[in-house]
C-alpha cells in the first residue's frame, strides 16, 4: 500500500522507514484520516514522503465518502537538498497538493483552516518557533494535531534533543498543548490540543 511511497521518497529513512516498514510514515497517514483532515500543510519536505502520506489518507476518506475532495498545501523554497528531486510545478504524479515555493515566513498569509500541520524546514530554534507561532494560529477550532520533524540528533549522544525538540516543547509549554517525541529515524514531536469541551467534564484527556 506505502512501498512506492517509501521508494521514490529519497530522505524516508530519516523518518524511521525502511524496505516496506513505514516508520513515522504510519503517523502522517494515521493522524489525517483519524482527524479525517480536509486541510494538510506541510512546511518543507524531503523528496514529498509526508504530503504523499497525507494524500494516501485523504485519498482513502474520499473513497470512504467522508471528505470530497483534496486540500494539501506544501511550502517549500527548494533551498537546499533536502527538496531532490527539485519541485517545479509541483510533485510528480500529486496534482492535488499544491505547492508554494516560498519561505515558510512568506507563505503564512497564503494558508488557513489547518486540520494537520507538519513542520520540517529550516531546523533552527528560533524559525522552527516562528513556523509554530505562524501556523500554529492557523490551526482549525481544537481538532488538530502537529508534528516537527528532525527533533532528535543521534551523532550527539551527549546532546541528543536539537534545536527542532526545544521548540517544540518551549511553544507546547507556552500555548499548554500537550507535546510528546518520538525518537524514530531522526525525531518526530507531536503536539496536540488539551482542550475539547466534550471531554473535560469527564476529567479525560482526548485526542
Known amino acids: 500500500m506505502f512501498d512506492e511511497i517509501i521508494e521514490s521518497s529519497k530522505w524516508s529513512e530519516s523518518h524511521g522507514a525502511e524496505g516496506s516498514h513505514l516508520g513515522m510514515g504510519l503517523f502522517y497517514f494515521g493522524i489525517p484520516y483519524v482527524l479525517k483532515a480536509r486541510h494538510c500543510v506541510c512546511l518543507g519536505s524531503g523528496a514529498g514522503f509526508v504530503p504523499k502520506l497525507m494524500h494516501k489518507a485523504q485519498s482513502v476518506l474520499i473513497e470512504e465518502g467522508i471528505i470530497e475532495n483534496h486540500r494539501i498545501t506544501l511550502v517549500d523554497a527548494n533551498t537546499g537538498p533536502w527538496g531532490l528531486p527539485v519541485y517545479q510545478d509541483g ?11 516560498a519561505m515558510t515566513n512568506d507563505a503564512v498569509g497564503l494558508v488557513d483552516d489547518i486540520d494537520y500541520l507538519h513542520v520540517d524546514a529550516d531546523h533552527s530554534y528560533d524559525q522552527v518557533l516562528n513556523d509554530l507561532n505562524n501556523y500554529g494560529s492557523k490551526m482549525n477550532g481544537n481538532h488538530w494535531a502537529i508534528t516537527i520533524h528532525d527533533t532528535h540528533n543521534f551523532s550527539d549522544a551527549d546532546h541528543p534533543e536539537i534545536g527542532s525538540y526545544q521548540a517544540a516543547f518551549d511553544y507546547a509549554q507556552a500555548m499548554n498543548y500537550y507535546f510528546t517525541n518520538f525518537r524514530v529515524g531522526c525525531g518526530t514531536g507531536l503536539i496536540i490540543p488539551k482542550r475539547m469541551e466534550r471531554y473535560e467534564t469527564l476529567g479525560i484527556p482526548a485526542f
Open 91 to 101: 510533485i510528480d504524479g500529486y496534482q492535488e497538493i499544491t505547492l508554494i515555493k
